[in-house]
């Protein structure tokens, strides 16, 4: 599968500039993904944003990440590793870090 943008979500703070981008993309037939890290994983907690998820082309979470910051907490997405972001990022034409 091959991506038109690729957000790469670092900061749990990301959801006002990922939500609307995110949105935008569907509106425009674009083909997008994301990568959570770090505490940005904290969005996946909102359901406005598991409900965004559903439309992006791949949606991973760091399972790292996932662990240090959501604790036992079923994930919403796919768990993955900086292997599944780099693959991410190949796929990608274009990437937006927030």
């Known amino acids: 599968m091959s991506l038109d943008l690729l957000f790469v979500v670092c900061t749990d703070r990301g959801a006002r500039v990922l939500m609307p981008l995110a949105a935008a993309c569907g509106r425009a037939g674009k083909t997008w993904g994301c990568f959570f890290t770090n505490d940005g994983v ?57």
């Open 42 to 98: 904290n969005l996946l907690a909102d359901a406005a944003v598991r409900r965004l998820m559903q439309e992006a082309g791949r949606s991973v979470a760091c399972e790292y990440s996932w662990e240090r910051f959501m604790d036992d907490s079923p994930c919403p997405v796919e768990l993955g590793s900086q292997t599944d972001h780099s693959a991410l990022v190949a796929e990608a034409a274009s990437i937006v870090t927030i």
